[in-house]
Nanobody, 113 residues
Framework: QVQLVESGGGLVQAGGSLTLSCVASGSIFSISRMGWYRQVPGKQREFVAEITVGGSTSYADSVKGRFTISRDNAKNMYLQMNSLKPEDTAVYYC????????WGQGTQVTVSS
């Protein structure tokens, strides 16, 4: 079992920056990759970024060059979001993969125009 807790969401103006954090607890050494998804009401949850235990990263085309995913140990993961746009407004969910797929509770990011 893994538990995930996100923090760092909030309200920011377009062009601004936010950093999201995700702290994992439980069976953290069984995690093979961690990442972020986001969801707006009425739409499917969409992939944002992911990082493997080896440090390889991948990004959605919509955030490439603006967002950076990182980990500093087995349990802490971050999403640095720069040049934010109103279309980045969503609930952002931390996830991780072991044998199973785990989700955090989500943190709201709102970008005003």
């Amino acid at each position: 079992q893994v538990q995930l807790v996100e923090s760092g969401g909030g309200l920011v103006q377009a062009g601004g920056s936010l950093t999201l954090s995700c702290v994992a607890s439980g069976s953290i050494f069984s995690i093979s990759r961690m990442g972020w998804y986001r969801q707006v009401p009425g739409k499917q949850r969409e992939f944002v970024a992911e990082i493997t235990v080896g440090g390889s990263t991948s990004y959605a085309d919509s955030v490439k060059g603006r967002f950076t995913i990182s980990r500093d140990n087995a349990k802490n993961m971050y999403l640095q979001m720069n040049s934010l746009k109103p279309e980045d407004t969503a609930v952002y969910y931390c996830h991780c993969v072991t044998t199973y797929f785990y989700w955090g509770q989500g943190t709201q990011v709102t970008v005003s125009s």
